[in-house]
């Protein structure tokens, strides 16, 4: 009959305190928390955007321009075995694809050699064995190269996923809490950064690509025939950023190879330079870069050295001593500001594709707050509304769910500060919506009692056999809400996951209180006052 084994108070018990424990923080104001003992959580529910207030920005990952990089790079490549080889050849550049004309026809043999060893097998791909791109032959000593579609899906996923991280890196090292950073679609990402009340200063952190190359000064070429377009094959003409000497610097002509890639970087961080007194960029290499820096101010002796930050130069400075602590210095017309955000960049590493911003806007905190005030009186005016009701229809047990209730929000806050899931305004309304929720199965369980008590079932039986017939019932209906908040969470984005999030647990934790905290009550309060009567 109306029976609950030992090991299963002691559980709903121990649940209980704990869910009281952790929701209790999110109860106290931020004085009182950081007196809280060390023992206890001091954790409360993330805040999302609409609550918190800060910046929202969707972005596009331009996937085109990675393709097109990839064929530039395929075509450098191409160049260079060709030459190895003493391979005549013209470059056709056909929509998506790499085109070569071998002069000679003699040589097209050794020309597709060259080509069949630049084009590895995929290994990462769901199609084992498959080339990187499709090699066609369509006559007139030409071969064509078209990217494989396994290949073209691999190599967007790849940088769709590395462009998230390098963003979530970038806005951690600006020191935002709880960000929200998410794929939506297959090229999109949307960030939203509570507390950053500036949204153009987040973009311009997240738009910059931040590829740095170190190369070497072109000193003995003509910088005035360069000007004029006439620039050797081996180099490039670079903008300089910012002044030299009060004016605006002229640009810089430096050899393309790139003697150390900016991933060889470790860590960075801006200071004040002690000789000038003006701000400037610490850079430190890590061991193998360290090397390889060692290598080239030894060997360069009295040659300048550009520092390149997407294709603009940061600085060229002359290379006076071996540098082997692998450790330079970026100077040039920085504030504090512009030299922490180059330290930002450096430190996250550079985009391994542009980003578009399709979208951005900022919420204010004051709206936060009102919204926050908002969803506390619609939860308060909720949860006394149901309470009143409840004691009306039933009473007694109507008190009892009324308690069980209460104990489903304390357990919810706390399985929300738990999983540190985002509290966001539809969260709210899911909260709300919950506390609805969980008196149904009580609803449920109170007029199967009555109905047992109708037919004719003393007190306990109709108590014990109300409950469990009830229960089926309680699961199906709570399956079908979980299953649609499931479908939500999977499907929607942003609000809609955080409604989906609190109503899914909220089902749960409703379930659990509805069932067991209600059944343990019941039972407490037969053994305490012995009634003779089912009076519901």
Not at 399 to 428: E, H, S, W, Y
Not at 476 to 481: G, P, S, V, Y
Request: hydrophobic content about 45%; charged content about 20%.
């Amino acid at each position: 009959m109306l029976q609950v084994s030992k090991w299963v108070r002691i559980l709903v018990g121990l649940v209980l305190i704990a869910g009281i424990v952790l929701a209790l923080p999110n109860a106290l104001p931020s004085n009182a928390r950081d007196r809280l003992p060390s023992w206890m959580p001091h954790d409360t529910a993330s805040l999302g955007l609409d609550l918190q207030g800060g910046s929202y920005v969707l972005l596009e990952v331009e996937l085109d321009q990675v393709v097109k990089d990839q064929l530039d790079s395929l075509v450098g490549d191409l160049r260079h075995g060709l030459r190895k080889q003493h391979i005549g050849f013209e470059f056709q550049r056909p929509e998506g694809a790499v085109g070569i004309k071998i002069r000679n026809a003699e040589q097209f043999a050794s020309a597709l050699d060259v080509v069949k060893g630049l084009n590895p097998v995929l290994t990462n791909s769901t199609l084992i064995g498959a080339r990187q791109y499709e090699v066609t032959e369509p006559g007139d000593n030409t071969i064509i190269l078209k990217m494989t579609e396994p290949y073209k899906k691999q190599l967007e996923k790849d940088v769709v996923s590395r462009s998230i991280e390098v963003v979530r890196k970038r806005i951690d090292e600006l020191g935002t809490k709880e960000p929200s950073i998410e794929q939506q679609g297959t090229d999109r990402i949307v960030v939203q950064a509570p507390g950053l009340s500036d949204p153009r200063h987040l973009l311009t952190i997240l738009q910059t690509t931040a590829k740095m190359t170190f190369q070497m000064v072109d000193e003995n070429a003509d910088l005035e025939a360069a000007s004029q377009h006439r620039i050797p094959p081996n180099d490039e003409l670079l903008q300089y950023e910012g002044v030299r000497g009060g004016i605006k610097a002229p640009p810089v002509l430096v050899e393309k190879r790139v003697m150390i890639a900016g991933d060889r970087l470790k860590d960075a961080s801006w200071s004040n330079d002690p000789q000038s007194g003006k701000v400037a960029v610490l850079i430190h290499f890590e061991s193998v870069g360290t090397r390889e820096f060692a290598d080239i101010t030894r060997e360069n002796p009295h040659k300048r050295f550009a520092i390149v930050l997407d294709k603009k130069v940061l600085t060229d400075p002359i290379i006076n001593e071996p540098i082997l602590q692998g450790t330079a210095q970026i100077t040039g017309d920085f504030t504090v500001q512009t030299a922490n955000d180059l330290a930002v960049l450096l430190r996250a590493g550079a985009l391994p594709a542009p980003l578009k911003p399709l979208d951005q806007r900022t919420v204010g905190p004051e709206l936060g707050k009102d919204s926050i005030q908002s969803g506390k009186i619609a939860t308060v005016a909720g949860l006394i509304l149901v309470a009143v009701f409840m004691v009306l229809r039933y009473g007694l047990f109507g008190l009892f769910a009324d308690i069980a209730m209460a104990v489903n929000l304390v357990l919810l806050m706390a399985a929300l500060t738990l999983f540190g899931a985002t509290l966001t305004l539809p969260g709210i309304a899911g909260i709300v919506l919950t506390l609805g929720m969980a008196v149904d199965a009580n609803v449920l369980i109170f007029e199967r009692m009555r109905e047992e008590a109708r037919n004719g079932r003393g007190m306990l039986g109709a108590i014990d056999q109300g409950e469990r017939r009830a229960v089926a019932t309680i699961i199906d209906a709570n399956m079908t809400h979980l299953i649609a908040a499931l479908i939500l969470f999977e499907l929607g984005a942003g609000p809609v996951r955080g409604f989906a999030v609190t109503l899914g647990v909220g089902i749960l934790t409703s379930f659990f209180t509805s069932v067991m905290v209600t059944r343990l009550i019941i039972i407490g309060w037969i053994s305490v006052a012995k009634p003779k009567k089912l009076i519901i």
